[in-house]
């Protein structure tokens, strides 16, 4: 599933709190440089967490899917 990129950078000021949750090993300063990108968020989860590129997108995505309404 690819939601909107559009939306999240649209939201991104509110989701970026729900994001440090969810993966806590980015910094604050890591979530504000991608400002809602999802491609580098995805780059970022599947950098800090050694994650398959695969699994990071599945992850980004049902985050999404769960605070994007």
């Known amino acids: 599933?690819?939601?909107?990129?559009?939306?999240?950078?649209?939201?991104w000021k509110q989701l970026k709190g729900q994001a440090q949750q969810q993966w806590g090993k980015l910094t604050n300063d890591e979530l504000d440089k991608i400002s809602g990108k999802?491609?580098?968020l995805v780059g970022l989860?599947?950098?800090r967490y050694g994650y398959a590129r695969a699994r990071a997108e599945e992850e980004v995505d049902d985050f999404l899917t769960r605070y994007n309404n």
Request: proline share 0%; net charge negative.
């Open 45 to 47: 989860v599947q950098e």
């Open 38 to 40: 999802r491609e580098e």
């Open 1 to 11: 599933m690819n939601l909107n990129t559009d939306i999240l950078e649209g939201k």
